[in-house]
């Protein structure tokens, strides 16, 4: 498990494509928007640690929910909806078995971990793999969060857009990928062409 201490505006990128962002931290509550290409909109998260089992959760801006005795199904609002204005959440116990399916393919679910912090995995055909954010501190000015992502790579924001900007860099532009550029030779003085026979 790789720990990060980010602060308010800070990001992870998980293999470039999810993007985890702490918006803020008070009274035992991390305030998270997750993001990514196949989640939309982004889902607005506060996420309190109750027992070493069991989290509280708070999605932001709720258009419909429906609870069943598997958990939770919410579907939220895009930017401008009168709920993002108002900052409405809806808030539910989330333990072990129990799924919380966000959107369109992003479930979210406990799982204790061997350190005594409970860990949010997300995970479904939004995420495409399983990642596991383990809340382990909460201070005013960061979260220290542990992220478990087998097989994926995972960053600081900053270092992955380093890390994109270098590799593009030393690629070139699609453009210049995509036709070889032709070799130019010229003739000194003295040089006499070869003769072509056909």
């Known amino acids: 498990m790789l720990v990060l201490n980010r602060r308010p505006?800070?990001?992870?990128?998980?293999?470039?494509?999810?993007?985890?962002s702490v918006l803020r931290g008070a009274?035992?509550?991390v305030w998270l928007r997750i993001a990514g290409k196949r989640i939309a909109p982004s889902v607005l998260l506060g996420v309190t640690a109750i027992s070493p089992e069991e989290l509280r959760l708070e999605i932001g801006a709720p258009l419909k929910a429906r609870v069943d005795e598997r958990g939770v199904s919410v579907e939220v609002a895009g930017s401008g909806h009168l709920s993002v204005v108002r900052r409405a959440t809806l808030s539910f116990l989330c333990r072990p078995g129990h799924v919380a399916e966000v959107g369109d393919g992003l479930e979210l679910s406990v799982e204790p971990t061997e350190r005594g912090h409970p860990a949010l995995t997300l995970a479904g055909p939004a995420v495409g793999a399983q990642v596991r954010l383990a809340m382990i501190r909460l201070t005013k000015t960061c979260a220290r969060i542990g992220v478990d992502a087998p097989g994926l790579r995972v960053h600081r924001k900053e270092l992955w857009e380093e890390l994109v900007a270098a590799n593009t860099a030393a690629a070139g532009t699609g453009d210049d990928l995509a036709a070889p550029k032709p070799q130019i030779t010229r003739l000194r003085a003295g040089d006499v062409p070869l003769p072509v026979a056909f």
Do not use: A, R
């Not at 505006?9 to 985890?20: A, F, K, R």
């Open 9 to 20: 505006g800070e990001s992870i990128v998980v293999e470039g494509d999810l993007d985890i």
């Open 27 to 29: 009274n035992h509550v």
